[in-house]
């Protein structure tokens, strides 16, 4: 029988995550499915550890809280030790329903993928910020970008995958959930996408305090994601801009002196040169960096 391992990161949820892994227990014991559910406990000042633990889940806490990043390579680090056939990460807000685990693990099941994303883009959702939807749906179009494979949610927290999967480096503390789509897509695993439904929120998130908020750390993030995974363009296009401005610069200097014979002061010569060898250098640096990532 097929083992599987639900993992779950939580950080001061103990309103619901009871509720959750009561939810996912329900589900995984009527389709007949071996499964352990793991919680891992980022430093939460309420009772999420004590919640979780009555509940008949594994839980693993940090001494503090970490962040998403460091408690999804927890996450990994202690789901491959019960050596599961598939992994699948659950967030423990009840956003997701764990009805849909059965059709997100099936793929897998059935040796048509190695990683399967719940997406809400394809399935229904009840309740998103405007602002958030634009950077979520930019953010994928940027992963889509880089992977030449289309996502249309790359941020999901719902998702399965095989251990081989779990076993990726991932080494950001910002993108993550981007990173694991993207190795596994360039380390020539079959990714897929399944539509799942997202509910609305019960209270309010403590991850993001305001959309201006997010709407920062989103752009941040898809430069993070361009400098790391295509350096040549992210920094080609940087190089490109600077030499196209130390061209403009010096071609209004030659018009200068074409007409009046001067060249309206040698400190806009020496701008100029600057911009164009600045982006001569700039362009260079991304061909390094991008023949170091191969």
């Given at each position: 029988m097929?083992?599987?391992?639900?993992t779950?990161p939580?950080?001061?949820?103990?309103?619901?995550i009871?509720?959750?892994?009561?939810?996912?227990?329900?589900?995984?014991t009527?389709?007949?499915?071996?499964?352990?559910i793991?919680?891992?406990?980022?430093?939460?000042?309420?009772?999420?550890k004590?919640?979780?633990?009555r509940?008949?889940a594994?839980?693993?806490s940090?001494?503090?809280?970490?962040g998403l990043?460091e408690t999804?390579?927890t996450?990994?680090?202690?789901?491959?030790?019960?050596?599961?056939?598939?992994i699948?990460?659950?967030d423990a807000?009840?956003?997701y329903?764990?009805s849909?685990?059965?059709?997100?693990i099936?793929?897998?099941?059935n040796k048509?993928?190695?990683?399967?994303?719940?997406?809400?883009?394809k399935?229904?959702?009840?309740?998103?910020?405007?602002?958030?939807?634009?950077g979520?749906i930019?953010?994928?179009?940027?992963i889509?970008?880089?992977?030449?494979?289309?996502?249309?949610?790359?941020?999901?927290?719902f998702?399965?995958?095989?251990?081989?999967?779990a076993?990726?480096?991932?080494?950001?503390?910002?993108?993550?959930?981007?990173?694991?789509?993207i190795k596994?897509?360039k380390?020539?695993y079959?990714?897929?996408?399944?539509?799942v439904?997202?509910?609305?929120?019960?209270?309010?998130?403590?991850?993001i305090?305001?959309?201006?908020?997010?709407?920062?750390?989103?752009?941040?993030?898809?430069?993070r994601?361009y400098?790391?995974y295509?350096?040549?363009?992210?920094?080609g296009?940087?190089?490109?801009l600077?030499?196209?401005?130390?061209?403009?610069?010096?071609?209004w200097?030659?018009?200068?002196?074409?007409?009046t014979?001067?060249?309206g002061?040698?400190?806009r010569v020496?701008?100029?040169?600057?911009?164009?060898?600045s982006?001569?250098q700039i362009?260079?640096?991304?061909?390094?960096?991008?023949?170091?990532?191969?």
């Amino acid at each position: 029988m097929m083992k599987i391992v639900v993992t779950i990161p939580a950080y001061n949820e103990e309103k619901t995550i009871g509720k959750v892994i009561r939810n996912i227990k329900a589900i995984l014991t009527k389709n007949k499915l071996n499964h352990t559910i793991l919680v891992v406990n980022d430093g939460s000042k309420d009772k999420t550890k004590e919640v979780a633990k009555r509940e008949g889940a594994v839980v693993f806490s940090h001494p503090i809280n970490y962040g998403l990043a460091e408690t999804f390579r927890t996450e990994m680090k202690k789901a491959v030790r019960f050596n599961p056939d598939i992994i699948v990460h659950f967030d423990a807000d009840g956003q997701y329903l764990a009805s849909d685990i059965p059709k997100l693990i099936n793929p897998i099941i059935n040796k048509k993928a190695d990683l399967v994303l719940g997406s809400r883009f394809k399935g229904k959702i009840e309740s998103m910020p405007l602002i958030k939807r634009i950077g979520n749906i930019l953010f994928s179009k940027v992963i889509s970008n880089i992977t030449k494979t289309k996502i249309t949610d790359a941020q999901t927290g719902f998702r399965a995958f095989t251990k081989d999967i779990a076993l990726i480096d991932i080494k950001s503390n910002h993108t993550y959930t981007q990173e694991q789509i993207i190795k596994a897509i360039k380390d020539k695993y079959k990714v897929v996408e399944i539509p799942v439904y997202f509910a609305k929120r019960k209270d309010k998130s403590r991850l993001i305090k305001n959309s201006f908020e997010y709407a920062i750390k989103a752009w941040i993030n898809i430069l993070r994601t361009y400098r790391d995974y295509e350096p040549l363009k992210f920094f080609g296009y940087i190089g490109g801009l600077f030499i196209l401005i130390g061209l403009i610069l010096g071609i209004w200097i030659i018009m200068i002196f074409l007409k009046t014979g001067l060249v309206g002061g040698i400190p806009r010569v020496i701008l100029s040169s600057l911009f164009i060898i600045s982006g001569i250098q700039i362009f260079f640096f991304g061909f390094l960096a991008d023949m170091n990532r191969k």
